[in-house]
């Protein structure tokens, strides 16, 4: 970890990392012409208003210069569309790796017992979910350091940044961000066909999300586990984008 890894502390410490005024420019909505950032906007108010009616999402209180902690309803929302970018993406390279080393799942229509129905490639498996880890892998570390949020962040005027002082995250920071966030749900990905051990690993990832989805609910900064073990925080531009 670098230097530049505080220990607590709001937005806007004397790193000056996070904006004087106003919404981060990093996190903000992208130029979609006028109809579609109306739209954008009036979509944010609306997720706001109920993210405000969410017990425990009204304790956010503001962060200094204009900016409030990022809640879990906006956080959410960020990752789904987040996930639908990663997921078109790994499926187009996972078909062509189906299309190498043949399908995951296969189908006997000849089988003569239940047991040769289906015949499971584990090969194939495996290089589809090192295709998904790497995917996700790159993907959240490149924005997280270099453009401040993702672009499910952008979307809902999101960013983050070192808990002290606002600084771009440093790739120690993102990479351990990014291992407590997908880790435990990507070792499950890789061993699920593993009779035991996949579903095991698959409890084992839904419990850290639940984990993960609390702590930050009950953070009064909306810090998780993956922002406390990285030292990262998340923000939103109090006032919408029009």
Not at 3 to 26: F, I, L, M, R, V
Not at 54 to 83: E, K, Q
Not at 153 to 158: A, E, G, Q, Y
Not at 172 to 201: E, H, K, N, T, V
Request: glycine share 12%.
């Amino acid at each position: 970890m670098t230097d530049s890894q505080g220990q607590g502390g709001a937005p806007g410490g004397a790193g000056g990392g996070w904006p004087p005024e106003g919404p981060a420019p990093q996190g903000s909505t992208p130029d979609l012409g006028d109809t579609a950032t109306q739209a954008a906007a009036g979509a944010r108010s609306a997720i706001d208003d109920v993210g405000r009616q969410i017990p425990g999402n009204a304790a956010t209180r503001p962060a200094p210069m204009g900016l409030v902690y990022g809640d879990v309803l906006n956080r959410s929302i960020a990752y789904i569309i987040d996930a639908i970018l990663i997921g078109i993406v790994s499926a187009i390279l996972q078909m062509v790796v189906g299309a190498i080393f043949g399908p995951a799942i296969g189908v006997n229509l000849n089988a003569t017992s239940l047991g040769d129905l289906m015949s499971v490639n584990y090969l194939t498996i495996l290089v589809d979910a090192a295709v998904g880890i790497a995917i996700s892998f790159a993907y959240f570390i490149y924005l997280w350091t270099s453009q401040r949020a993702t672009v499910g962040m952008r979307v809902l005027s999101l960013q983050v940044g070192n808990e002290s002082n606002g600084a771009t995250l440093t790739m120690d920071q993102a990479i351990i961000r990014w291992a407590a966030l997908f880790g435990p749900a990507a070792l499950s990905q890789a061993f699920w066909p593993a009779p035991l051990i996949g579903m095991l690993l698959g409890l084992a990832a839904f419990v850290w999300f639940c984990l993960l989805l609390y702590t930050t609910w009950a953070s009064p900064t909306k810090q998780g586990l993956h922002d406390k073990y990285a030292h990262t925080m998340v923000v939103k531009a109090v006032r919408p984008i029009a």
